[in-house]
């Protein structure tokens, strides 16, 4: 899915953004976290805008550029912060406490980005099954209703905070609904056998 949104992602207490095209993630909520865990074991504050300017961070930054274009980036208003690279960002929870390393790469080695574009894919493959067996002016009603179903049989309130085990069963929900419109005629029937496939099947 080619959209960027602004994923949550659950850290250790916290939740650190992600963006869901570009892959960065936002080093000053990692860095929120990380200061509160530092306080607890007695260490003084971790200062962002002084890591990224030491020889060995610029060093760092210059060798993640060859090949990746986007690998620091300052953001304002809303999404405002520092956005950084995947690797940048796990050089950065090292430097903040040696007690990160493993849970953080746990946490990247995770599905939820690719779950997240899969299930968004899969929903304009649904749309389009649905929009073949729905009368035109009915569709986008109908469509937006089935949308809003699958969200509540996920147990979902936003999307993008959603986990990653909530947007694989979206993700299964669509592609059920999706093969089932191509053999019911009904898609009523479509989508409640195809929903409630994939939750038996997530069992």
Known sequence: MKTEVTLYRP???GQVR???KTELLSATDLVKIGNVKRQEIGLGRFNLNQYLKTKSTT???ASLQKESKRVVKKGRGRNGGTWVHPLLLI???LSLNPSFKVEVYKWMMDELLKSRNDSGDSYKKMAGALF???P???APQIISKVALYVRKKCGVTDWNTASEKQL???DRMHENISLLCDVLRDYKQAVRIGVQ???EEQK
């Open 136 to 138: 035109n002016r009915e």
């Open 11 to 13: 850290f250790m207490g």
């Open 168 to 170: 694989k069963l979206r």
């Open 132 to 134: 073949e067996n729905i």
């Open 59 to 61: 060093e760092f930054i």
């Open 18 to 20: 992600q963006k869901s």
């Open 197 to 199: 496939k994939a939750i």
């Open 91 to 93: 050089d950065i929870a």
